[in-house]
């Protein structure tokens, strides 16, 4: 298992998804939005498993509405957006290789780890 925690900020799922690999000793890496600029190959992962580029802004939160990109309804203008500022995006997003969740979703997690022994 290669698994990536993409964050933008600490909040309570991101803490679960760090508990849940760290309990089952799992390796992981922190990748931090606001530094770790994403490819547009990473991002249309991430749009496949939201179901769509809108679905992975976040929106919740005072400073999170302040953005554009909350208020945008185009995909390509969304993309576009993201690319530049991938702090906008909904956290965690957890990645093992093409595989992704977006939020806390430990029934995948546990779907992931009984593949992988």
Known sequence: MNIQ??????????????????ERRIPYQMMDLKKHKL????????IRAAGSARALVDREGKKALERPVAHMTTDSLIIAELLNDPAALRSPIVR?????TIGADEEVWKQWVAEAT
Request: net charge positive.
């Open 96 to 100: 093992n290789g093409s595989k992704v």
């Open 39 to 46: 490819g547009k190959k990473e991002l249309e992962l991430f």
């Open 5 to 22: 925690i993409y964050v933008n900020k600490k909040n309570p799922d991101v803490l679960k998804a760090e508990r849940f690999f760290k």
